[in-house]
């Protein structure tokens, strides 16, 4: 066991060599500062002077020869003693960065709370320690917010799934149903799909906004919001909404179907959430190295200690009414992963008459890629 603990130990080994060296060779210079001077004195004495006999009557003292095996045998002893020396120092170093292997692996192993906490005193390991701690944060709370997503997601999917199977076992288990009744069933069986395929599509949109932009090309955010507004002008009048554009040339660059999908959400989430009789604004415009795409709709005042929510991917304020099927509580959660994505600035206001701003920075023009995207709730 002990032979296998130490082949496991080749940075404490090359520490300990190096370690022993420095010793050896400080012991190797004291003896060569100690032997010079003597050899040189004893070389400097001559055979008849009488200062000799009177010293060594004194005492036995020490010849050359005698000093120079002393020093030998001396240098042969340091050897095993600086290599001791050596082993004992690198262990000493060493020993923080074990704990600090040890308990990252009981905590990669899944118990993400464990924290080093090394606390005093504050050194290069301890900043290490610190820097661990900090990132095993980051990373149990990516996990549960993965949890978290994961489990809506599958009550998201499942929800429809259900009343799917309902529906047909219910029209499979009616013996008097006729074709109008079937192809009714079947109807309602294809808007359920409907709503299956739309989730199942907004969650690759925001999982391909969490993964990172990978192409970046030059675009104007206004030519974005026109395509955007002409296809939900229908849906805004069957709403008795009305769109108002202030539109500026709003140039960036970035990926044109992940900020179309921003552009999109913004303005579904503004007509989705709003009443009959109410008001949709977009405006784009450039202000010095900044683009900015504003949205502002009217509709239910939203206290501000609950902005925060609506960018968490599933979670709602209130329920659907009236049975709609056509909010599912990703919008935001997109338009949020996608500013991050792009490094953009999100700024979102709840205004006090009802409704939200919801404004969107980009980089005026190139890539932003020294930039770190922030998000601002109001």
């Given at each position: 066991m002990t032979s296998r603990r130490l082949a496991s130990r080749p940075l404490q080994k090359r520490l300990a060599l190096a370690y022993a060296a420095g010793i050896y060779a400080a012991g190797v210079f004291v003896l060569v500062m100690v032997d010079v001077p003597l050899v040189s004195i004893h070389a400097a004495i001559p055979k008849d002077d009488p200062s000799p006999s009177a010293i060594a009557e004194a005492g036995p003292g020490i010849s050359l020869p005698q000093l120079l095996a002393g020093s030998a045998v001396?240098?042969?002893?340091?050897?095993?003693?600086?290599?001791?020396?050596?082993?004992?120092?690198?262990?000493?170093?060493?020993?923080?960065?074990?704990?600090?292997?040890?308990t990252a692996q009981v905590i990669s192993?899944?118990?993400?709370?464990?924290?080093?906490?090394?606390?005093?005193?504050?050194?290069?390991?301890?900043e290490l320690g610190h820097t661990l701690d900090d990132l095993f944060a980051r990373l149990q709370a990516s996990f549960d917010a993965q949890r978290h997503f994961v489990a809506n997601a599958s009550h998201e999917l499942r929800t429809p799934l259900a009343g799917l199977r309902t529906l047909l076992e219910v029209a499979l288990a009616d013996p008097d149903a006729d074709t109008d009744t079937l192809r009714a069933a079947c109807?309602?069986?294809l808007a359920l799909g409907e709503h299956q395929e739309r989730i199942v599509e907004a969650l690759l949109t925001l999982a391909t906004s969490e993964r990172g932009v990978t192409r970046w090309d030059t675009l104007d955010l206004a030519h974005v919001v026109e395509e955007v507004l002409g296809s939900r002008r229908e849906q805004a009048m069957r709403k008795d909404l009305g769109l108002a554009e202030h539109l500026t040339p709003a140039v960036t660059a970035g990926d044109p179907k992940l900020i179309e999908s921003l552009v999109a959400n913004l303005i579904d989430n503004a007509i989705r959430h709003n009443h009959a009789d109410g008001q949709v604004e977009v405006t784009t415009q450039t202000s010095g190295s900044q683009v900015a795409l504003t949205v502002?709709?009217?509709?239910?005042?939203?206290?501000?200690?609950?902005?925060?929510?609506?960018?968490?991917?599933?979670?709602?304020?209130?329920?659907?009414?009236?049975?709609?099927?056509?909010g599912y509580g990703?919008?935001?959660?997109?338009?949020?992963?996608?500013?991050?994505?792009h490094h953009a600035t999100l700024t979102t206001t709840a205004r006090p008459e009802g409704g939200l701003s919801i404004t969107v920075r980009f980089v005026n023009g190139s890539h932003p890629s020294h930039r770190e995207g922030q998000n601002s709730y109001v």
């Amino acid at each position: 066991m002990t032979s296998r603990r130490l082949a496991s130990r080749p940075l404490q080994k090359r520490l300990a060599l190096a370690y022993a060296a420095g010793i050896y060779a400080a012991g190797v210079f004291v003896l060569v500062m100690v032997d010079v001077p003597l050899v040189s004195i004893h070389a400097a004495i001559p055979k008849d002077d009488p200062s000799p006999s009177a010293i060594a009557e004194a005492g036995p003292g020490i010849s050359l020869p005698q000093l120079l095996a002393g020093s030998a045998v001396a240098l042969v002893i340091l050897i095993p003693v600086a290599l001791a020396l050596g082993w004992y120092v690198a262990g000493r170093f060493l020993h923080p960065l074990r704990a600090i292997t040890a308990t990252a692996q009981v905590i990669s192993a899944g118990n993400l709370h464990r924290r080093l906490d090394l606390g005093e005193p504050t050194d290069e390991l301890t900043e290490l320690g610190h820097t661990l701690d900090d990132l095993f944060a980051r990373l149990q709370a990516s996990f549960d917010a993965q949890r978290h997503f994961v489990a809506n997601a599958s009550h998201e999917l499942r929800t429809p799934l259900a009343g799917l199977r309902t529906l047909l076992e219910v029209a499979l288990a009616d013996p008097d149903a006729d074709t109008d009744t079937l192809r009714a069933a079947c109807q309602d069986a294809l808007a359920l799909g409907e709503h299956q395929e739309r989730i199942v599509e907004a969650l690759l949109t925001l999982a391909t906004s969490e993964r990172g932009v990978t192409r970046w090309d030059t675009l104007d955010l206004a030519h974005v919001v026109e395509e955007v507004l002409g296809s939900r002008r229908e849906q805004a009048m069957r709403k008795d909404l009305g769109l108002a554009e202030h539109l500026t040339p709003a140039v960036t660059a970035g990926d044109p179907k992940l900020i179309e999908s921003l552009v999109a959400n913004l303005i579904d989430n503004a007509i989705r959430h709003n009443h009959a009789d109410g008001q949709v604004e977009v405006t784009t415009q450039t202000s010095g190295s900044q683009v900015a795409l504003t949205v502002t709709n009217s509709g239910p005042v939203i206290p501000e200690n609950q902005i925060h929510r609506l960018f968490q991917p599933f979670q709602k304020l209130a329920p659907d009414r009236h049975g709609r099927r056509d909010g599912y509580g990703l919008g935001l959660a997109i338009v949020n992963a996608v500013a991050q994505a792009h490094h953009a600035t999100l700024t979102t206001t709840a205004r006090p008459e009802g409704g939200l701003s919801i404004t969107v920075r980009f980089v005026n023009g190139s890539h932003p890629s020294h930039r770190e995207g922030q998000n601002s709730y109001v």
